[in-house]
């Protein structure tokens, strides 16, 4: 088991920066995948960017160059970098880890970029 906890979701105008925070309640180092998703209103959730245990990362077509997504195994957090918000970024962004078999997600942080 392991309890996610999201923080650092505010609001931003666009162009501005944005850092998410996930605070893992256990060890991460040896969690298979990390990931942040996203879901705006009245839309699926969707991936946004992930990153393996052994440090590879993937992202969103709509966000690469802008998030980077990183890990801290010795603090058991995780972390997303958002760049040159834009308002299409809007949405309410969850902490994901997959450990094996198991799936854990966060509750979720708001992220609302004004134009």
């Known amino acids: 088991q392991v309890q996610l906890v999201e923080s650092g979701g505010g609001l931003v105008q666009e162009g501005g920066s944005l850092r998410l925070s996930c605070a893992a309640s256990?060890?991460?180092?040896?969690?298979?995948?990390m990931a942040w998703y996203r879901q705006a209103p009245g839309k699926q959730r969707e991936l946004v960017a992930r990153?393996?245990?052994?440090?590879?990362?993937n992202y969103a077509d709509s966000v690469k160059g802008r998030f980077t997504i990183s890990r801290d195994n010795a603090k058991n957090m995780v972390y997303l970098q958002m760049n040159s918000l834009k308002p299409e970024d809007t949405a309410v962004y969850y902490c994901?880890?997959?450990?094996?078999?198991?799936?854990?997600w966060g509750q979720g942080t708001q992220v609302t970029v004004s134009s």
């Open positions: 990153i393996t245990s052994a440090g590879s990362r």
């Open positions: 994901n880890a997959v450990d094996g078999w198991s799936e854990y």
């Open positions: 256990r060890i991460i180092r040896t969690i298979n995948t």
